[in-house]
Antibody
Framework: QVQLQESGPGLVKPSETLSLTCTVS????????WSWIRQPPGKGLEWIGY???????NYNPSLKSRVTISVDTSNNQFSLNLGSVTAADTAVYYC????????????WGRGTLVTVSS | EIVMAESPATLSVSPGESATLSCRAS??????LAWYQQKPGQAPRLLIY???TRATGIPARFSGSGSGTEFTLTISSLQSEDFAVYYC?????????FGGGSRVEIK
C-alpha cells in the first residue's frame, strides 16, 4: 500500500531554512495533491501548503512569504523549504495526500519533529 | 480565514457509552468537512469526509452529520481504542483550516 515518509534535519538554527522531503512509496506521486501540515507540541494542526504533481502550488497566506514546496516526480518525492525560522516554527511536520485541491487528507506520513534552536 | 471551533475541549466518557463532539465554522463550509482521530505520537487518521461519509475501514460506530456551520461527530459504544483527540477540518475555502481538537478521555 502507499506510504509516506518524511525526512530531514531534526534541529535547525534560528534564521536558517528548514528543509524536509516526503518520499512516496508503493504508488505514484502522479494525479494527486500533496500537502505539508504541521503541529506544534501540544497544539493543533496548521496547513502549510500543497503541490500538485504537475508543479502547481498553493500556500497558507500566514506562511506564504517563507514557504516553497517543490516536487520531484522522477524520485516520487516532494519537499518543503521554510525560511527564516524561529522557535515558533518548532513542530511535528507531516506530509499528506489529497485527491483534489480542496478535499480531505486521506493518507498521512508519520511525521517528523523539527526543533528550532541555537 | 474560516475559524473552526470544537466543543467540548475535553469529554470524559465510560467505555461502552456514546460520545458526541461538535464543530462550528465561522462561516458556511457547505458539506466540505472532515473529521480526524489522533492518538499520542501518531499522525491524524481520516474518519469522516463530506461531513457524513466514513473513510475506508472506519467502523460504523463513527458517524458524522451537519452542513453549513454546524457539524457533529458521534461515536457510539466507545471502545478503548477510541480514546483520542478528534479534529474537524474544513476544505471549502482557502486556507484549509482545522479546529483546535476535542479530547475524549476515559471516565
Amino acid at each position: 500500500q502507499v506510504q509516506l515518509q518524511e525526512s530531514g534535519p531534526g534541529l535547525v538554527k534560528p534564521s536558517e531554512t528548514l528543509s524536509l522531503t516526503c518520499t512516496v512509496s508503493g504508488g505514484s506521486i502522479s494525479r494527486y495533491y500533496w500537502s505539508w501540515i504541521r503541529q506544534p507540541p501540544g497544539k493543533g494542526l496548521e496547513w502549510i501548503g500543497y503541490i500538485f504533481y504537475s508543479g502547481s502550488t498553493n500556500y497558507n497566506p500566514s506562511l506564504k512569504s517563507r514557504v516553497t514546496i517543490s516536487v520531484d516526480t522522477s524520485n516520487n518525492q516532494f519537499s518543503l523549504n521554510l525560511g527564516s525560522v524561529t522557535a515558533a516554527d518548532t513542530a511535528v511536520y507531516y506530509c499528506a495526500r489529497h485527491v483534489s485541491a480542496m478535499s480531505s487528507f486521506n493518507l498521512w506520513g508519520r511525521g517528523t519533529l523539527v526543533t528550532v534552536s541555537s | 480565514e474560516i475559524v473552526m471551533a470544537e466543543s467540548p475541549a475535553t469529554l470524559s466518557v465510560s467505555p461502552g457509552e456514546s460520545a458526541t463532539l461538535s464543530c462550528r465554522a465561522s462561516q458556511s463550509v457547505s458539506s466540505n468537512l472532515a473529521w480526524y482521530q489522533q492518538k499520542p505520537g501518531q499522525a491524524p487518521r481520516l474518519l469522516i469526509y463530506g461531513a457524513s461519509t466514513r473513510a475506508t475501514g472506519i467502523p460504523a460506530r463513527f458517524s458524522g452529520s451537519g452542513s453549513g456551520t454546524e457539524f457533529t461527530l458521534t461515536i457510539s459504544s466507545l471502545q478503548s481504542e477510541d480514546f483520542a483527540v478528534y479534529y474537524c477540518h474544513q476544505y471549502n475555502d482557502w486556507p484549509l483550516t482545522f479546529g483546535g481538537g476535542s479530547r475524549v478521555e476515559i471516565k
